[in-house]
Structure formats: C-alpha cells, structure tokens
C-alpha cells in the first residue's frame, strides 16, 4: 500500500479555465475527504464520501466545485470557471471504518494566473 | 460549531531542548477525538498523535507526548529531544463524527 495518492501535484491555469484533480485513496478506505489549504493556514474541510456518496459538503464549495467518486474507489475534484481566489493546496485525504485517523495525500497546488 | 485555536504562530528551539505547542478548542461534545499532525516544508501532512477524549490517559509517541485536560478544552503538544527533522508546520485538529477542524497552525523550527 502506497497511502493516498493525488494527481496532478500541481496545476497552473489561467482564469476562466476549468480543472480536475484526482485523489487516489488507500485501497480499503471507504470514506474520503477533500480540504483546500491556503497558505499559512490549516486545512479547510471542502466535501466528504462515504463509497460513492457524498454525504456532506461545505459552503465553501460553491457551484462551481463539484466533487465525485464513481465507484467508490477514486474522487475527482473539478473547478469550473476558476477565479483567482481558487489558488491555494486541495488536498484529499481517505479513512477506513474501523479508525479515526485520516491519512492524507500530498495534495494538488492550484494557482490561478 | 467547534473551533480550534493555536495561539502560537511560530516557534524555535534548540535542537535536543523541549518544546510545548499549545491548543485550545471549543465544543459542547461530551465524546471526540484530538489529533496533532505534522506538515514538512513542502511535503505532506502525517499524524503525529491522536487522543480520544474519553481517555484520561495523556497519549505519548516516543518523543511526542500531549497533555490533555478535557475540563479546560487544552491539548498541549511536547516534543522532547527535538530533531533537525520536526521543523514543520503542526496542526491541531479536533474529530467528531465526520466533523473535522484544524487549527491555523504553528511553525516550529528547531536550530541547530
């Protein structure tokens, strides 16, 4: 097991443009967690799977954030329309059901030209 | 909603000196997790110790120990014997149910 994989690690875009980042949990973890980090600051919780439902989501995420986890195996995270404000880390992390730790993924740098 | 406060932004020691990072927290639960993680100069976060709030007993890790007293809200985190390789970003975070909180963080940086 390699622990929680993400992908691109970093990503630049320019403005208006639409991006999608993938996280690739620990194989027997059923719940996987996105959070965006700004710089300086602590993880911000964006958006929460249980398999392949989402069960909670943050007002943080607005309509331009859409998450999905297909299969209940991998997520992808999408920005449509990015704003400059978008730049920051987003970072996934995955947790099984028997413990109440997440372990995270190195996390995706987003900045927005 | 819970809250979780780091009150130092950064900190220093010298290298094999003890150092305490302090976090308050803010909740009307009765039971709940605490954790510390660690996040390197552009590397990933990883756990460094967690306590279940139910538990009387402090959590300890080799040199990582925490000091937890549920009547004040407090979870103080002690490094002993600090290494070149603590130096890093720690986050306190606060876990219940699928509710998960982080601190803004403390920079430490230990000195050679």
């Known amino acids: 097991d390699t622990g929680v994989s993400q992908d691109p690690r970093h990503k630049i875009t320019k403005r208006g443009q639409n991006v999608t980042f993938r996280c690739d949990p620990i194989s027997e973890h059923n719940r996987l967690y996105w959070y965006r980090q700004t710089l300086g600051q602590g993880p911000e919780f964006l958006t929460y799977?249980?398999?392949?439902?989402?069960?909670?989501k943050s007002r943080l995420l607005s309509d331009r954030f859409s998450a999905e986890r297909p299969k209940g195996s991998f997520s992808t995270l999408e920005i449509q329309r990015t704003e400059q404000g978008d730049s920051a880390m987003y970072l996934c992390a995955s947790r099984d059901l028997h413990t109440d730790t997440q372990y995270f993924g190195p996390g995706t740098r987003l900045t927005v030209l | 909603a819970q809250t979780v406060t780091q009150s130092q932004p950064e900190m220093s020691v010298q290298e094999a000196e003890t150092v305490t990072l302090s976090c308050t927290y803010d909740t009307s639960e009765n039971n709940y997790y605490l954790f510390w993680y660690k996040q390197p100069p552009s590397r990933q976060m990883i756990l460094v110790i967690r306590?279940?709030?139910?538990?009387?007993q402090n959590a300890t890790e080799n040199r990582f120990s925490v000091n937890f007293q549920k009547a004040a809200k407090s979870f103080s985190l002690k490094i002993s014997d600090s290494q070149l390789g603590d130096t890093a970003m720690y986050f306190c975070?606060?876990?219940?149910?699928?509710?998960?909180?982080f601190g803004p963080g403390t920079r430490l940086s230990v000195l050679p």
């Open positions: 975070a606060f876990m219940r149910g699928q509710n998960f909180v």
């Open positions: 306590q279940e709030a139910y538990k009387q």
């Open positions: 799977f249980q398999n392949e439902a989402q069960l909670e």
